[in-house]
């Protein structure tokens, strides 16, 4: 596994050793150990998995204590562009985004810790997004943030008029109205 670090402190980019054969291809898509090596102790509670069409957008969102979310998310089919909104007060990257593209192929994960908005648009129909959760789900709890709020300036590569969005996600506050329940 290759964990690499990105731009927001904590959030971290991890790429597995993959073995492939003439069967077709292994790889370990999470191991504590691993992550443990890596500096980074937690422990999973929940599995999440949604499917999405292509252009629709899920997010942003996170979750506030006492259900504070760590995600540790992949994709088993299909394409995102994922994102990751550092939303912790005192943070020297505070409302900073990583975006990365995982998909089936690359077989990338991203590690969003707790304190970060999270998000993603899917790149393909029938696109299959599994992740681990450190907190089990917590509905009010739900923070979120409007996934095009322009004070972000996510690239998404899709207009608003073109994205299928939630209801609920259609309607969030805009990141300057969020009162971070998040400290860094
Ligand atoms: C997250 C969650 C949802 N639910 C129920 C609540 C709703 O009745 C239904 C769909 O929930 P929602 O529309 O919030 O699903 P997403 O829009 O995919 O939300 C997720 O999308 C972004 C990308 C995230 O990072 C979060 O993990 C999560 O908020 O599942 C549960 O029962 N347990 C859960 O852990």
Known sequence: MTITETIIPGVLLLEP????????YFFESYSKR??????IDIDFVQDNQSMSHKNIVRGLH????????????RVLQGAVMDVAVDARKGSPTYGRHVSVELTADNKK???????CLHGFVSLMDNTIFAYKVTAY??????????????????????????AIVSAKDQVLPDFKSLVSPFNY
């Open 137 to 162: 789900f917590g509905k009010d709890s739900e923070v979120g943030v409007f996934w095009n709020d322009p004070e972000l300036a996510i690239g998404w590569g899709i207009s608003e008029k073109d």
């Open 109 to 115: 994960q991203l590690w969003v810790p707790p304190g």
């Open 34 to 39: 691993t992550l443990l090596e890596a500096g």
């Open 17 to 24: 050793k993959v073995f492939s054969d003439e069967r077709g």
């Open 62 to 73: 996170a979750q506030k204590a006492p259900y504070e979310q760590g995600k540790l998310v």
